[in-house]
């Protein structure tokens, strides 16, 4: 403990990293300034039926990710999510867009001009939304609530949540090149985290005032809370390291084997190198089903389907969303894992796994690592996302302190402070001083 308080300390030595933390803070700051105010022309004395309409489901789910702006009716109601939605977009059409992969391979210019297609992808998609949010809160909020209406009430409207969006877009990105890193998953976070306290105080009061288990119950959850987030960061850092050697060149410019003197090192494979993004493709899908049963006749059947997929804590809802996510990891995994990719650049390098031929017999053992690997992770992965419901029926959580036991919002906020730890990490171990994660072993590594 005495380690971390120093190592913590010694954050503030480095002029660099504390600028750098300091402008991070101050950006998060405008950003949750921004979630409260509320869009002109809208009385926000006046939103209770929006908020009601984000205390559970999708709606809380949009809510926590916006950190309250969209129940606020604010300037930052889409959030960063259209970007997210774009960078998705962008990352998927890589796959079959000729153009995009030559971008993918023309390094940092490449990088850049996917950055621009993105932003100009991210309007486009506000553009769309905007006019949606708009006609929200039309059906949702009382007439009184509109100090303005008409077409330039909605043309204000739009283009202000246009604005903001870009906003946080460049408030991420400043975070990610002046501050320390992560940005547009830090904006995630905050959201999340700003949700919190709220949730737990709801959880709290509802355990004491009712006599519903008191004081004891709240230690239980506090205490299952604690081992989930183990769990998670566990799978976040769970890797599989497979041994890779590298040939030593001789004077004639030829590689030759030498065990003992080639450079050994090992490749990384993630047991969960999908991320959150198979939860989130998962969620989407689980949408479609509640939607088109409304949209039909009603009858008892339609009625019965929309009650099952409307039901995020459902014994059915949470089979199907299980599988969902079990076979959406094994996709986007394939996706964005190019093990063939890996297998020549390490074959360029005068890399090989012992045992195993460079080029194609080595794309295909890497192939078959993250294969045999991967289905464990979609289980553990799956497991996370449905234990909210499980908090639900085993201890009588409320639902918006459930969603804290697991799925998107554990995943990110668990990822994302393992990254930051270690970009904080890498500054300190860069000026030799003891890192936050390990102990001066890695010091003496660097110096």
């Avoid at 939103?47 to 300037?75: K, M, P």
């Avoid at 183990?230 to 004639?252: D, G």
Wanted: some cysteine; aromatic content about 10%.
């Amino acid at each position: 403990m005495k380690k971390f308080i120093d190592s913590f300390i010694n954050v503030w030595k480095i002029e660099e990293l504390k600028n750098r933390i300091l402008l991070t803070l101050g950006l998060l700051l405008v950003y949750r300034f921004g979630a409260q105010v509320t869009l002109p022309g809208i009385d926000a004395t006046k939103l209770t039926n929006l908020t009601n309409q984000t205390d559970e489901g999708i709606g809380w789910l949009i809510n926590v990710f916006t950190g309250g702006a969209f129940s606020q009716a604010s300037v930052f109601a889409l959030g960063i999510m259209p970007y997210i939605s774009a960078s998705i977009v962008v990352q998927l059409m890589g796959i079959a867009v000729p153009y995009l992969q030559k971008l993918q391979k023309d390094g940092e210019s490449g990088r850049k001009k996917i950055n621009q297609i993105t932003r100009w992808l991210t309007i486009l998609i506000t553009l769309v939304q905007g006019p949606g949010y708009i006609y929200n809160l039309y059906r949702t909020l009382p007439g009184e609530a509109f100090m303005l209406t008409g077409p330039t009430f909605i043309f204000s409207s739009v283009l202000i949540l246009v604005t903001g969006t870009i906003f946080a877009m460049w408030l991420g990105e400043k975070i990610t090149d002046k501050g320390i890193g992560n940005g547009i998953s830090l904006l995630i976070m905050v959201g999340i985290i700003a949700r919190m306290p709220q949730a737990f105080i709801q959880e709290f009061s509802s355990r004491t005032s009712q006599a519903n288990g008191g004081i004891m119950m709240i230690v239980i959850e506090l205490i299952l809370w604690f081992l989930v987030i183990i769990a998670c960061i566990l799978l976040v850092m769970a890797v599989r390291k497979i041994p890779v050697q590298y040939a030593r060149r001789t004077v004639s410019g030829d590689f030759e084997e030498d065990m003992m003197g080639g450079n050994r090192q090992f490749i990384p494979l993630k047991l969960n190198a999908s991320g959150v993004m198979p939860i989130i493709f998962a969620q989407a899908i689980m949408f479609i089903p509640a939607a088109v049963s409304g949209l039909a006749k009603e009858s008892d059947t339609a009625l019965s389907i929309a009650g099952m997929f409307n039901d995020p804590f459902g014994l059915v809802y949470n089979i199907v969303f299980a599988l969902l996510i079990v076979i959406f990891t094994y996709f986007y995994t394939a996706i964005t894992v190019p093990t063939n990719k890996m297998a020549d650049d390490l074959k360029r390098s005068g890399g090989f796994i012992p045992g195993v031929k460079p080029g194609v017999e080595t794309g295909d053992y890497l192939d078959k690592i993250m294969s045999l690997i991967t289905f464990p992770g979609s289980l553990f992965l799956a497991i996370v996302a449905v234990f909210p419901a499980v908090a639900v029926s085993l201890l009588g959580v409320q639902g918006a302190w459930s969603y804290f036991y697991g799925g998107t919002s554990l995943l990110i906020m668990v990822g994302v402070a393992i990254d930051t730890i270690q970009q904080i990490n890498s500054y300190l171990l860069n000026k030799h001083y003891d890192g936050l994660m390990k102990s001066g072993k890695n010091r003496k590594a660097v110096a």
